[in-house]
């Protein structure tokens, strides 16, 4: 029988805190941006976060073909290596087969974790949503595995219940990026009780400061304004939770516009990176959603707002 892991011993050091997702920049013409990507990464890692994690939404994975994402992941790991900052790469693919020789692929080429994202297209039943988590699970039990909670995104229903089992029977379920709506109510089930479990909340952080009360031990929000979470961040670990409060409330009214969409946030986020000059195209790919002109303009009374956290990054 497997002893049960303490949550404190359950999550590695690293990843905690602002675990930023990495945008994939593109040219004009929508060609991958790889000197822009490495630009992207170089900048974020040397903010101070200890981790990231690549491809997820923000990434605009479901872009994105194979071997873009392969390529792509290699340049991260290189950067990361180097940074001391960990790795979380994430394992979205719909077929288990394909699920695990990627988990087991990118573990190789020196991922620190794999963030697995359940099947969820034409909905499979949830028996084999487990049975795929399981086999990924199993293909990598020596790595460090944090489960994508994202009912929103997915559809994909999984109990607290549920997952404590799977970490139950697999040590290496170390965490949880939960990304409900609210995501509260699920970061206590999982943080309370015997099997106790960490977890990091998604969704732009909207709902951070109830999150981190309620012992969330982390955020993974998109990268293009990652210094402000990390002043939340900082604020918050250091008892000072007004400061953190009243950062947050600040930033929530975009938030609360921006995160009515996952094709607007992802569109606002490159748009935000462009005028910070950390890229040289706000480009998505189609099927995309473009800011119209007052989304444009408050783009812009953000960046003034923030002024004090979002330098441009000097080439």
Not at 33 to 43: K, L, P, Q, S, Y
Not at 173 to 191: H, I, M, Q
Not at 270 to 285: E, F, N, P, Q, V
Request: aromatic letters at 6%; proline letters at 8%; charged letters at 20%.
């Amino acid at each position: 029988m497997t002893t049960a892991l303490r949550v404190e011993d359950r999550m590695p050091d690293r990843i905690r805190g602002i675990c930023p997702v990495i945008e994939v920049p593109f040219t004009a013409t929508g060609d991958v941006d790889e000197a822009g990507f490495a630009r992207v990464v170089n900048h974020v890692t040397r903010t101070g976060v200890t981790a990231v994690m690549f491809p997820g939404f923000a990434s605009e994975f479901y872009k994105l073909d194979d071997a873009e994402r392969d390529r792509l992941t290699r340049l991260l790991l290189g950067t990361t290596s180097a940074a001391g900052v960990a790795a979380i790469i994430s394992v979205p693919d719909h077929a288990t087969a394909v699920a695990v020789r990627r988990a087991r692929a990118v573990v190789a080429a020196g991922a620190d974790a794999v963030n697995i994202l359940p099947p969820h297209f034409l909905s499979p039943a949830p028996h084999q949503v487990v049975a795929h988590i399981e086999a990924v699970l199993d293909a990598i039990p020596a790595t460090t595995a944090v489960l994508q909670y994202a009912p929103a995104q997915t559809g994909t229903a999984l109990t607290p219940d549920t997952i404590r089992d799977l970490a139950r029977r697999h040590p290496n379920l170390r965490a949880v990026k939960v990304e409900a709506v609210p995501p509260g109510p699920v970061v206590s089930a999982l943080t309370e009780g015997p099997q106790r479990l960490p977890c990091l909340v998604g969704y732009a952080g909207v709902q951070m400061p109830d999150a981190l009360r309620r012992g969330a031990v982390g955020v993974q929000p998109g990268c293009s304004f990652v210094e402000i979470y990390l002043a939340i961040w900082q604020h918050w670990t250091a008892g000072r939770i007004d400061e953190a409060s009243e950062l947050h409330r600040r930033l929530l009214p975009y938030l609360a516009y921006w995160m009515q969409g996952v094709e607007l946030i992802v569109q606002v986020e490159k748009t935000i990176s462009l005028r910070r000059g950390m890229i040289d195209h706000d480009h998505c790919r189609a099927p995309a959603r473009a800011l119209d002109r007052h989304e444009l303009a408050m783009v812009d009374r953000f960046l003034d707002e923030f002024s004090e956290f979002l330098p441009r990054i000097p080439r």
